[in-house]
Structure formats: C-alpha cells, structure tokens
C-alpha cells in the first residue's frame, strides 16, 4: 500500500463529493447550524417560573416572604388570587406551575418562633421542571426560615447555631449552564450521524452505478478502496469538527480547557470508528435509501438514547447499559467532555481511546472482508 495507489481513489471520491455541492456543503455546514440551533432550542435550564400566589395573610411579612421568591430568575410571581378555586384553575389550565398558599397567622407564628406550614402546589406534569421547581423552592423557603430563626433568636439575646456549615463549590461548570454540558455532547452526535450516512451512501452509489464492480476487479486492494474512500470524508470530518468547536466558543462561551492536539486526535479515532460502522452498513445495503435508513436508524437512536448525550447511562437498567457499550459516541462523549470541560488529560482518557481504536479496527476490518468477498 503505497500514496501512489491511494491517490487516484482519493482524487475520485473528492471529484464526486464536489460535484453534489449540494452534499458538500450539508456535511460541513450542517453540523455547526444543528449545534447552534440544539444548543438553543434543548435547553434544561428551568427559568421564569410562572407562580400564583394566595396571601390568606397579606401582611408585610407575607409579602416580603413573597419578594424572596420573585427576586430571583427563577420564579416569576404572576398571579395573585382570593381563593382555592382560582389556584386549580390556574394550574389547571397551564398558567401557573408553581402556586404558594399562605397561611393567616404566617407573621403571629413567626413572630413567636413557631412553626408555619407554608402550602406549595406544583404541577407534575412536565417531571424535570417539577423537580427543579421542588428544589428552587425548598432552597428559597430554608433560605428565609434560616433567616426568620435569626432574628427570632437575636432578640432573646442568643445566636442561631447551625452545627454544619454547607459550602457547595460546583466545579466545570460552575454556572450549571446547561449548553456547556450539551454542545461537547452535540458533537458526537452530530459527527457519528453526518459521518456514518456519508459514508454508507458512498459505497452504495458506487453499487448502483456498476463503478464498484470496476473498483474490486482493479489492481487495488479492498483495504485500499475502503481507506481512499475514508480519507476524504476524515477531513471533511475534522473541518466540521473545526466550525463546531468554534460555534461553540462564539455563541455558547465554551473554551477547551485540555489540550487540543489531544481533541484532535480523539475527534480522528472517533470519526474512523463512525466510518467504519457506515462502510459496514454499506456492504449490507444495495440501494441507496435501505442505506441511509440503516445508518440513521443504527447512529440516530443509539446516540440519543445509549450514549449519555441526554439521559445518564448510570439510572438505565442493567440490559440498556450493557448495550449502550455498542455506541462508540459513549466514550467519544468521555473524551470530548473531559478534554473540553474538565481539561483532563489521556491518562484519564486512555480506556475510551483504547475503545474507539478497537471498535475502528473492529467494523473496517470486517467491512473489507465482506466486500472482498462478495468480490470474489
């Protein structure tokens, strides 16, 4: 295997990328627009809840108890009702997520250091902003009942004693803004969907145009086809993944924090394990459209759902895990998190490399066996 024999199959496959310009351009436009536009649009951050609250009181306590809620961005206190009635409308009808029900003797209670039952309603019908919800608010109202406790305290002349002294410190991503946990595993998404549909709709056009049989009954190996064919779409890969990384950093503030040759060459490995699984759906689909949905259908549904990139691997059950193993975007999302968000290096990536390398060497490997032997 020598440059001279790969180079006419290389200048080929370039040719017929830049013919369909139309193609060209949704490989490696494509992926940026997709992360910009998901990096927007998917978005867990739960902000701007619409609260109703009912003051049974309507004391200056009750609603200086209430400013603590709409003085956040989390909370927006939008509704003010006179009754039961109107909080289960409003939750019923989707305009109030959150109500808040006061009680009469709020202030008397407080005043006298005992305890209120402050009545929180929450609708549970969307389960991730329920939680959310749930916890901003439990951290609001231990917030100003800490608070309360102290001055109840202070002028009996003690001081609130809290025996443990919490001091969260969130590190990676101290803002929890959820587009820097999404973007790095938006581009494995992105990649192994682009890279394996490219490449299996590459070997089937040659297929249905009768050039395939040309190819294998050449001088050129099989293994030489496969890597003249690969190595177009391989750079093809690592511009679009260039243009994601810097949509990141342009619109989503996302800087790398290890080191960049490192991304690179996991970006590589991981384009060559996608590659590899496309070239292996191509020797088993003759038309074009049987191709493009086995690679989305083999890329597409693994990657959303096995992978990590959305839902944690750890809270699937034990089968869903063991099976989540087949998606090379699972390590490539190690990888690509680690080097990006926490700045580690392949000491602590080295597992995934290895992976990435097997599973590349795994799926070309048997991909140049079968087309040999459907040449034969």
Known sequence: MTGKRLRPIIIKEVRQILRDRRSFMALLVLPSLLVFFIGYALNFDVKHISVAVFDQERSRRSREFIRGLSNTEYFEVRYHVDSYREVNRLLNEGKALVAIVIPQNFSKRLALGEDVSVQVLIDGSNANTATTAI?????????????????????????????????????????????????????????????VVSTSLSVVREKERGTMEQLMVSTLQTTEIIIGKTIPYLFIGLIASTLVLIVG????????????????????????????????????????????????????????????????????????????????????????????????????????????????????????????????
Do not use: C, H
Not at 159 to 183: G, M, Q
Not at 259 to 271: K, Q, T
Not at 275 to 301: D, E, K, N, P, W
């Open 249 to 376: 950093f342009t619109f989503f503030g996302i800087v790398v924090r290890g080191s960049l040759f490192w991304l690179y060459v996991g970006i590589l490995v991981f384009l060559l394990a996608a590659m590899g699984q496309g070239l292996l759906v191509s020797t088993i689909a003759r038309t074009q459209q049987v191709a493009f949905m086995l690679a989305v259908f083999s890329s597409l549904l693994p990657t959303f759902l096995l992978s990590g990139f959305v839902f944690p691997i750890r809270s699937m059950p034990a089968v869903l895990q063991i099976l989540s193993n087949l998606t090379p975007v699972k390590f490539f999302l190690i990888v690509v998190r680690g080097l990006i968000l926490k700045g580690v290096g392949p000491t602590a990536l080295w597992p995934q490399f290895l992976y990435l390398l097997l599973f590349a060497s795994l799926t070309l490997g048997i991909s140049s066996i079968r087309l040999l032997k459907k040449s034969a």
């Open 135 to 195: 916890s901003y608010v439990t951290s609001i109202i231990q917030t100003y009942s800490t608070n309360s406790g102290a001055k109840v305290m202070s002028r009996s002349g003690r001081e609130l004693y809290l025996p443990i002294d919490v001091r969260p410190k969130i590190w990676y991503n101290p803002e929890l803004v959820t587009a820097k946990f999404l973007v790095p595993g938006l581009i494995g998404f992105v990649l192994m969907l682009s890279a």
